[in-house]
């Protein structure tokens, strides 16, 4: 086992380099979660560095995203699943498009969320295959196109996919001091409709049912839902509505994401919301709520937990003190974790601002959470 430590370690270090430039070459490809030409090309790009590991590759096939894949090495259940995505949150006219390195820093769009977490999963997979040990090894690794948007095509996948998990691992970013997740809050997004009665300001009173102040109203009202229960987060990301400025709105809309920790939390926050938006404040003002995507809480679980201790004592051979975390983020590891399957996520590189222009990760962290999920793997295919 020594000898197969040895040739992993020893294959990344000589790819350290190489691996960085894998990653700038991913990060300066803008795959926006509706940019599938560019998601596309990411996956391809992925694909030709996975040449030879897997024996099944199922495409799905993405309208408006890129094209999710699902590669496994022998189509077997219990198997280790490993997730990553390929969408970013940056718009192809967004100002942050390219990689630059500053020190023991490479910054760039997606560099920890995720295609650092990516570049971590190929490398580890290309050292496992160079040690002549995934030939025999049940993995699957499913690259999904949007995630950024709620996965509200990919979720099907997952869905099926969790039936056949032994357990799950996820690449997304580690925490600032290299923290492993081991649960996750649930998330769900939606849209808020407000409909008034359009018309010039100069006719007419005061008096009106304005959209975009019924949504005003609206809005203040859900963000009083933060804390209602604990873990409990409501905010408002995005609204627009109304001709201009002489003008009483006739429709205005927002988009929302609502966060829990604890699932039983989330059809009682449906309920209020609902509640809220069928109590016009204006006569003549109507609101609907609509629903785009849900995913489930990852709760901690020993399971959880048994699978983090699997990696801790791997990083104390290598001289780090892996922690937990709990995040109030989410991600598709949540449809795995959710129905009890042991899961963990944050193997990707350490990360700081994430889904800002300030977007980096440490560059020495991308060799060692390689290092660590490679080793894992070897050492769960011999079941020690």
């Known amino acids: 086992m020594d000898d197969i430590r040895n040739n992993i370690k020893t294959y990344l270090q000589i790819h350290a380099e190489s691996q960085v430039s894998f990653l700038i070459d991913l990060c300066n490809q803008n795959s926006h979660s509706l940019n599938k030409k560019g998601t596309d090309r990411v996956a391809c790009m992925l694909l030709e560095n996975l040449n030879g590991i897997f024996r ?9 995203t890129g094209d999710h894949h699902i590669l496994r090495t022998m189509d077997h259940p219990g198997s280790v699943f490993l997730i990553g995505h390929m969408d970013t949150v940056f718009p192809v006219d967004h100002n942050f498009q390219k990689c630059r390195m500053d020190g023991e820093w490479l910054h760039g769009p997606g560099t920890g969320d995720m295609k650092g977490g990516l570049a971590v999963i190929v490398y580890a997979l290309k050292a496992l295959h160079h040690a002549g040990l995934t030939g025999d090894m049940n993995l699957t690794l499913i690259l999904g196109a949007d995630e950024e948007i709620g996965s509200p095509v990919s979720r099907a ?40 009665r359009d018309r010039h300001v100069g006719t007419g009173k005061h008096e009106k049912s304005s959209a975009i102040l019924e949504l005003a109203h609206k809005i203040i009202a859900l963000e009083s839902l933060n804390d209602v229960f604990p873990g409990v987060s409501v905010n408002i ?5 109304g001709l201009g400025p002489s003008t ?21 926050l449906k309920a209020k919301i609902r509640e809220m938006a069928s109590e016009p404040v204006q006569e003549g003002c109507g609101s609907t709520v609509t629903w785009l995507n849900h995913r489930p809480a990852m709760p901690p679980s020993e399971n ?81």
């Open 56 to 64: 099944i590759h199922e495409t799905v096939t993405g309208k408006d």
């Open 157 to 196: 996948v997952y869905e099926r996919e969790k039936q056949l998990a032994g357990i799950c691992i996820g690449a997304e970013c580690a925490g600032p001091a290299g923290e492993i997740v081991v649960s996750r809050n649930g998330k769900a997004g939606a849209r808020l409709d407000c409909e008034g």
């Open 304 to 384: 959880n937990r048994r699978l983090f201790e699997s990696f801790r004592g791997i990083s104390e051979s290598q001289g780090e003190n892996l922690k937990t975390e709990h995040r109030r983020g989410t991600s598709d590891v949540n449809f795995f974790g959710s129905s009890g399957v042991p899961s963990v996520d944050g193997l990707g590189p350490v990360c700081f601002d994430d889904h800002t222009p300030m977007e980096r990760i440490r560059i020495s962290s991308l060799l060692s959470r390689t290092a660590l999920l490679a080793l894992f793997l070897s050492i769960h295919r011999f079941g020690e």
């Open 237 to 241: 990301g995005r609204m627009e509505g």
């Open 248 to 268: 009483v709105s006739a429709h205005a809309c927002a988009w929302l994401d609502v966060r829990w920790r604890d699932e039983k939390h989330y059809r009682e």
